[in-house]
């Protein structure tokens, strides 16, 4: 069955960059695109950003342009995300998606905690 | 952006009867729209697409209906399992933006 499983929780210090992974199956990775989404504690659900598999095309809510890149290793059918210059508001469970024919998603990661503290 | 705006924020059922949940978006996004359930500790799970098609498996008693501005998520005969948080989520344009969700409870 398709499946994406992410890389575990991570504890950082403000100012450092966290990066975690996405890893696919089930499916041909490059035949669809990831987005990332992230959920502060006890919050909504915020689009970070989407990366086409097949060219590595990203596109990048404007809030995180400069601190967030996102890459894929079609080799493994990996997705990465990376955070930089990490804020205490930068706390959340981070999910990556497969991205559907036109832009639902589906299926999610089990998640991954980035806590940010000193 | 377009903001999708969803209501009420707390909507309290009894099992058995009908939840009906809007959602509602500051431009039309045609039928660019999906639905999503939450439980506590898991991740999004997807339920409606393209507005009213349904995801595989989901059980008929889920519905949604609606085009351009304004969408229903309907649940007939609640059950126990269909207690969580619901979105809304639009894809007709970057960046893609999610409302901020309807809490179903149990009356």
């Known amino acids: 069955q398709v499946q994406l499983v992410q890389s575990g929780a991570e504890v950082k210090k403000p100012g450092a960059s966290v990066k975690v992974s996405c890893k696919a199956s089930?499916?041909?990775?490059?035949?669809?695109?990831i987005s990332w989404v992230r959920q502060a504690p006890g919050q909504g659900l915020e689009w970070m950003g989407w990366?086409?598999?097949?060219?590595?095309?990203?596109n990048y809510a404007q809030k995180l342009q400069g601190r967030v890149t996102m890459t894929t290793d079609t080799s493994t059918s990996t997705a990465y995300m990376e955070l930089r210059n990490l804020r205490s508001d930068d706390t959340a469970v981070y999910y990556c998606?497969?991205?559907?024919?036109?832009?639902?998603?589906?299926?999610w990661g089990q998640g991954t905690l980035v806590t940010v503290s000193s | 952006e377009i903001v999708m705006t969803q209501s009420p924020a707390t909507l309290s059922v009894s099992p058995g009867e009908r939840a009906t949940l809007s959602c509602r978006a500051s431009?039309?996004?045609?039928?660019?729209l999906a639905w999503y359930q939450q439980k506590p500790g898991q991740a999004p799970r997807l339920l409606v697409y393209?507005?009213?098609t349904r995801a595989t498996g989901l059980p008929a008693r889920f519905s949604g209906s609606g085009s351009g501005t304004e969408f229903i998520l309907t649940i007939t005969s609640l059950q126990s399992e269909d207690f969580a948080v619901y979105y809304c989520?639009?894809?007709?344009?970057?960046?893609?933006?999610f409302g901020q969700g309807t809490r179903l409870e149990i009356k």
């Open positions: 990366i086409s598999a097949y060219k590595g095309h990203t």
């Open positions: 998606a497969r991205d559907g024919a036109s832009g639902w998603f589906e299926p």
């Open positions: 989520q639009q894809y007709a344009d970057w960046p893609i933006t």
């Open positions: 089930g499916y041909t990775f490059t035949s669809h695109g």
């Open positions: 393209g507005a009213f």
């Open positions: 431009q039309s996004v045609s039928n660019n």
